[in-house]
């Protein structure tokens, strides 16, 4: 059972390029969020998608883009890196119900 | 809209000792209530919840929190800390009854076991 599933796990960038931030999980969740997390800073909500076919901005959100590609797929796109966007990157899941959530493993990203 | 306070950044305490984590909440009704820890290059995992009903919940590797509605506090315990409980810990919010179930995040407090 893996769970949740998180691509790349690290990953640098030129201040410019572009890069898509894959997650997938296994446990038939509904809802999905993206976080990023920097020092001193706990975790910050970029999206969410609470089903299969809807998205919706969370506390953060300027410079990224989001798909929910099916019930098990929720992708993350920077268009354009910024230093700002240096970070690490969580997506998480939950039962419809519960909020409680399951993490992935996060993706180190650097932006130069 | 909810927040999160965790008032201490960091703290040390001796291995076998015991341990309280501190975590205050600000929002209009009782929100659900959960702690998480992360470990150095990991994700997030789930300790306990809370979400109405008896105010002590018991959650994994022995941890315990307590809810006090008059304090707005959610605070975490543990008898007695092992060397292997050294790790992040993060308190988190959910309003009850919103879309999806957002979660807003404390800044974390930091706990280092002593020998």
Same mark, same amino acid.
């Given at each position: 059972? &893996?769970?949740?599933?998180?691509?790349?796990?690290?990953?640098?960038?030129?201040?410019?390029?572009?890069? +898509?931030?894959?997650?997938?999980?296994?446990?038939? @969740?509904? *809802?999905?969020?993206? =976080?990023? %997390?920097?020092?001193?800073?706990?975790?910050?909500? #970029?999206?969410?998608?609470?089903?299969?076919?809807?998205?919706?901005?969370?506390?953060?959100?300027?410079?990224?883009?989001?798909?929910? /590609?099916?019930? $098990?797929?929720?992708?993350?796109?920077?268009?354009?890196?910024?230093?700002?966007?240096?970070?690490?990157?969580?997506?998480? *899941?939950?039962?419809?119900?519960?909020?409680?959530?399951?993490?992935?493993? !996060? +993706?180190? /990203?650097?932006?130069? | 809209? %909810?927040?999160?306070? %965790?008032?201490? #950044? @960091? #703290?040390?305490?001796?291995?076998?000792?015991?341990?309280?984590?501190?975590?205050?909440?600000?929002?209009?009704?009782?929100? =659900?209530?959960?702690?998480?820890?992360?470990?150095?290059?990991?994700?997030?995992?789930? /300790? /306990?919840?809370?979400?109405? !009903?008896?105010?002590?919940? %018991?959650? #994994?590797?022995?941890?315990?929190?307590?809810?006090?509605?008059?304090?707005?506090?959610?605070?975490? $315990?543990?008898?007695?800390? @092992?060397?292997?409980? &050294?790790?992040?810990?993060?308190?988190?919010?959910?309003?009850?009854?919103?879309?999806?179930?957002? *979660? +807003?995040?404390?800044?974390?407090? +930091?706990?280092?076991?002593?020998?």
């Amino acid at each position: 059972n &893996a769970g949740v599933t998180q691509t790349p796990k690290f990953q640098v960038l030129k201040t410019g390029q572009s890069m +898509t931030l894959q997650c997938a999980q296994d446990m038939n @969740h509904n *809802s999905m969020y993206w =976080y990023r %997390q920097d020092p001193g800073m706990g975790l910050r909500l #970029i999206y969410y998608s609470a089903s299969e076919g809807t998205t919706d901005k969370g506390e953060v959100p300027n410079g990224y883009n989001v798909s929910r /590609l099916n019930k $098990r797929e929720f992708s993350l796109r920077l268009e354009s890196a910024a230093p700002s966007q240096t970070s690490v990157y969580f997506c998480a *899941s939950s039962e419809e119900g519960d909020y409680g959530y399951t993490f992935g493993s !996060g +993706t180190r /990203l650097t932006v130069v | 809209a %909810q927040s999160v306070t %965790q008032p201490d #950044i @960091h #703290i040390t305490v001796s291995e076998g000792a015991s341990l309280e984590l501190r975590c205050n909440y600000s929002y209009g009704a009782t929100p =659900y209530l959960f702690w998480y820890v992360q470990s150095p290059g990991q994700g997030l995992q789930l /300790l /306990l919840k809370y979400f109405s !009903g008896d105010t002590l919940v %018991q959650g #994994i590797k022995g941890f315990e929190a307590e809810f006090k509605r008059s304090q707005s506090s959610f605070n975490l $315990r543990k008898p007695s800390v @092992h060397w292997s409980d &050294a790790a992040e810990y993060f308190c988190a919010v959910v309003a009850p009854n919103t879309n999806a179930g957002k *979660s +807003t995040f404390g800044d974390g407090t +930091t706990l280092t076991v002593k020998p």
